[in-house]
């Protein structure tokens, strides 16, 4: 099959163009022959499948401005004349942030599906090669099925993986390292976590209407995938708002064992002045260079004064004691 996989070159905005039995449509943008359904892959930023989506295929014109808006929020809205469903997939682009997730519109009717991106797609590009075997998708609802199916098991590997990372963070604070765990290890993965949940929350709302709308009643088969796919991600959203509360109690016991080492520390050093203190007083007021100064002329004044000052530093060290201080 022809396949354009960068938006920005497809000839007349069409990455490729098919039938129902994976022949190539030699004018995309002709009208639908009877009996058959066909699939267009456009290009969001060429200009000529822009004027076709709002003036030539007969959308409704909310419908038709969503597919071609350059923010699209997840949703899916049924219509008397079609399907409107707008999804989000992992960004595996070289050199992205998997958290900048890719849109897709699609809009599907009897006869016809059309799936909009601005960027490449690659769950498009691996349904659209089944149509080169016997296992292809059998009408619109079962392409847009397929579609929002691998999106959403390309987008679980990746929560995953951002579930693994905290858990070896967490371990290593619950072993009392967290020398070894920083607070910049942790804060790539919140910022991850919310980006991805911002987008999969009205996802996951957009594919529990997907499941109610009228297009896949008609297959069990493709509404059970529909569900079981809703299902999935339901529990990807749960595990990515598991990870921000581990994430947040992670920090918190981070920032408390270091407050708490610090005070440790900075209680040690009040403890070691409170017992030197009396001794610097007292060699403070030793050092002046004045008369009357006691012991100066005794030759064994060193050593009475320095047993003076143990004995000083010992009756310190016990009256702390007894208040309980060390």
Known sequence: MGMHTDP?????????????????LSDAYAPIADGGWTWLHLSQTSQEAQDWIKN????PEPEAQALIADHA?????????GLLFIGRGINLDE?????????????????????????RMRSVETLAERFSSDDHPDSPASVLVGLFSMMTQRIAPFVQDLGDRLDEIQFSVIDDS????????????????????????????AAVSLCNAKQLTGSKIVLAQATSTRDQLARIVDELAAIEAKAAVTRDEMVSQ?????????YNLTVLAAIFLPLTVLTGLLGMNVG???????????????AALVVIMTFTILLLRKLRWI
């Open 258 to 266: 270091r407050a708490e080492k610090l005070n440790e520390r900075v």
């Open 95 to 119: 050199g992205s942030l998997p958290e900048d997730m890719k849109s897709i519109r699609v809009w599907i009717e009897q006869d016809r599906i059309v799936t909009v991106v601005k960027r």
């Open 56 to 59: 030539q295929a007969g959308i």
């Open 292 to 306: 009357g100064i006691p012991l100066m002329e005794n030759k064994n004044g060193f050593l009475l004064m320095s």
């Open 8 to 24: 920005t070159t497809a000839p007349h905005g069409v990455m490729f163009a098919v039938d129902g039995s994976g022949n190539e």
């Open 178 to 205: 967290v020398e070894s765990a920083n607070l910049p290890d942790l804060s790539p993965i919140r910022l991850r976590t919310v980006g991805m949940h911002r987008y999969l929350v009205p996802l996951y709302d």
């Open 73 to 81: 929020r997840p949703r899916c809205v049924q219509t008397e004349t």
